[in-house]
């Protein structure tokens, strides 16, 4: 979701570089909203309106102002009534926290404890 449109070029690069496949084949499959009416929105109003539907994924995957920065450290929140605290994860990797988690295959705090100083998901290697 993007809550931030001040730089369009950085925010097609991100969502360019979260729906491509790496190099295994693997991608994020993830719905896109791209909707002026979100603009500046915080991440708990965003999660509130995301928990009140019916249906919704486990995760959402925010890009914010934050994440327009090099490497797009896209804010990952929990949809989930345990309420977990927020991380960071950059875009080139955000397919294995889509997949393993929306598969149950890996959980939360998996990716949380592996987070760097900034509180930013890099990956496992």
């Known amino acids: 979701m993007r809550t931030t ?3 369009e070029d950085a925010w097609m690069d991100a ?3 979260v729906l491509s496949e ?3 084949g693997f991608r ?3 719905k896109v909203v791209d909707d002026i009416a ?3 929105v915080g991440w708990e109003q965003v999660r509130q309106a995301a928990m009140a539907g019916n249906e919704h994924a ?3 995957f925010i890009v914010d102002s934050v994440a327009l920065e090099p490497g797009h450290p896209i804010q990952v929140i929990d949809l989930s009534t345990e309420s977990r605290r927020p991380f960071r994860c950059i875009a080139r ?3 294995g926290v889509d997949n393993n988690l929306s598969i149950a295959n890996m959980d939360w705090q998996e990716f949380a404890d592996r987070t760097d100083g900034g509180g930013v998901f ?3 290697a």
Request: hydrophobic share 40%; aromatic share 20%.
């Open 93 to 95: 990797e955000l397919w």
């Open 28 to 30: 994020a499959y993830v």
């Open 15 to 17: 969502l360019s570089t």
């Open 58 to 60: 486990s995760v959402l």
């Open 5 to 7: 449109f001040g730089n």
């Open 38 to 40: 979100w603009d500046q």
């Open 122 to 124: 890099r990956g496992f």
């Open 22 to 24: 790496n190099d295994d």
